[in-house]
């Protein structure tokens, strides 16, 4: 595919949520109080992220979603509207609240989230309406697993009719559908995500070795499942991209971690933008890897995601590690 120097057009239908964040030195143990804790309160949500994150590495972005009729729902608003976002796609629920994600994340920057997803789990066709009645003006469509899996499947085959690729993050939730992963053009799984993918359809991954050859194993098990192509992210050890054509292992850009939180969000909306642009799978893999590697050196998920420029810019100053280092 040639690259395309255009503007990318993307759709992103997926959840809206509010992380209320707790930064402590260290997750407490059961019963346990832990003290001195640091609180903030932004917008998250997988599909909010992802579309932002594309927004800000200057793709057009249409979203999707529902939130409650409440004071987060404002905050969700107005992060949108700050990304260039329109909010005509956010339905309004007033029957429940809109998704909340608490989030406690120690001193080496891991975290540990707990999720509430209300509104987002009553996002229906309906509400995605003005995306999928006119799917054929995007370059790339973008879903997740925080919504409910039948809507991402009417979503996919909308999409895949009319002719637009469509990349599903399977994450929060692990999608059961085999239909909607060989429906879709391309699937983002961490590497314990990719593994309880490929046990979920009959090729358990053993436990041991190096992450990159247990992604190896699950991507293929996958691929032969009938799924088209696969990132599988594995943090610190970097990222493997599998195809029926191709194999790329690729290491990570250096960074130091002060909140991982969004981090797989930035990632696979740089890969979206990669390929809505129809840039090659490496460039594409590259790209998303110095994204991560920027977002997660910042606290929170949608105030962390860099702009193309930040990225172009590290990605011309920093090296990438080797895959197997």
Do not use: W
């Not at 890897?289 to 810019?313: C, I, K």
């Amino acid at each position: 595919m040639e690259p395309r120097a255009s503007k990318p057009r993307v759709a992103v239908v997926g959840s809206a949520n509010v992380d209320v964040i707790m930064r402590v030195e260290r997750v407490p143990d059961r019963g346990e109080t832990v003290t001195g804790g640091k609180v903030s309160i932004s917008p998250g949500g997988k599909g909010a992220n992802q579309a932002v994150a594309l927004a800000r590495l200057g793709a057009d972005v249409e979203l999707a979603a529902r939130v409650g009729k409440d004071l987060f729902a404002e905050l969700i608003l107005a992060s949108l509207r700050g990304a260039g976002i329109s909010a005509d796609g956010l339905a309004l629920d007033p029957h429940h609240p809109t998704g909340t994600a608490l989030i406690l994340v120690d001193a080496r920057g891991d975290n540990r989230i707990a999720v509430d997803y209300g509104a987002n789990l009553f996002l229906c066709l309906n509400d995605a309406r003005r995306i999928v009645d006119a799917v054929r003006k995007f370059d790339l469509v973008l879903i997740q697993c925080e919504v409910d899996e039948e809507l991402n499947l009417q979503v996919a085959r909308k999409a895949r009719a009319g002719g637009v690729p469509v990349v599903l993050n399977p994450a929060s939730v692990l999608p059961r559908s085999l239909e909607l992963l060989t429906l879709v053009d391309l699937i983002t799984p961490n590497l314990a995500e990719a593994r309880a993918l490929a046990g979920l359809h009959g090729a358990p991954v053993p436990a041991d070795g190096h992450p990159l050859d247990q992604a190896r194993i699950a991507a293929q098990a996958l691929l032969r499942a009938g799924v088209h192509r696969i990132v599988v992210t594995l943090g610190k050890q970097g990222a493997l991209y599998a195809s029926r054509e191709e194999q790329l292992e690729l290491g990570v850009y250096p960074t130091t971690q002060v909140d991982a939180t969004g981090a797989g969000d930035a990632f696979t909306a740089a890969m979206a933008h990669g390929l809505a642009q129809g840039k090659a799978s490496e460039a594409c893999v590259r790209l998303a890897s110095a994204a991560a590697a920027l977002a997660v050196a910042r606290l929170g998920a949608q105030p962390s995601f860099p702009t193309m420029a930040e990225v172009r810019q590290f990605m011309a100053e920093t090296a990438m590690s080797p895959a197997r280092a």
